[in-house]
């Protein structure tokens, strides 16, 4: 029974592991986005507002998609996790669609954004004592409700401390998926190297 689950355990860490690169994609992409954020926060707004748009709506699709392929996650969290999906494409959708849109209305639609996300991710942290980097994914999640806090407090922020604040967490974000892309890898290669000796 024991040597039953430890397979199991190890067949579904292989699985996992092999599909590093999407996550290695999104994190360098998501990376790609807060440096061009922060190298011109002032005269290319519209390229910010459609590059978020665009992360907004692959960071959707990465989640929606999750939310179905993991086998483990409760019924709960995978609900949470389709519906932070479906809320991630819309605004991106929204982002796209309205390039021009006004700073209130941008700095209301992240803020809105980066708190439910926040939650989302701590939530389900905390809720996963198991979890893979359970601390930064808390820490990450905690980051986002601060910055979505600070952002509707003080919604006559100027586009240019709005792109650098959107740059510095992009490249925050960016680089941690990268760091579990590499995490997903590794684990990968060990339980494929256990799968077949148990």
């Known amino acids: 029974m024991d040597r039953q689950l430890r397979t199991d355990a190890a067949d579904m860490l ?32 519209v390229v910010i507002a459609v590059l978020f748009g665009i992360q907004l709506l692959v960071a959707g699709i990465f989640r929606f998609a999750a939310a179905f392929a993991a086998d483990d996650e409760t019924g709960a969290t995978r609900v949470l996790l389709a519906l932070l999906g479906v809320l991630s494409f819309i605004v991106g959708l929204y982002a796209l669609r309205h390039i021009l849109v006004t700073v209130a209305a941008l700095a209301l639609l992240l803020g809105i954004f980066w708190i ?62 990268i760091m579990l892309a590499f995490r997903l890898r590794s684990l990968g290669h060990a339980a494929a190297r256990i799968a077949p000796a148990t």
């Open 14 to 45: 292989a699985r996992v592991g092999r599909h590093w690169g999407w996550v290695l994609a999104f994190g360098i992409i998501t990376l790609l986005a807060g440096l061009l954020a922060l190298v011109w926060p002032g005269r290319t707004i």
């Open 116 to 177: 439910v996300n926040g939650t989302i991710e701590a939530f389900t942290a905390l809720s996963h004592r198991g979890m893979q980097g359970r601390g930064w994914t808390i820490f990450m999640g905690l980051l986002s409700v601060v910055a979505g806090v600070a952002v509707l407090v003080y919604p006559a922020i100027s586009l240019v401390t709005l792109a650098v604040v959107l740059g510095f967490w992009l490249l925050v974000y960016g680089i941690m998926e």
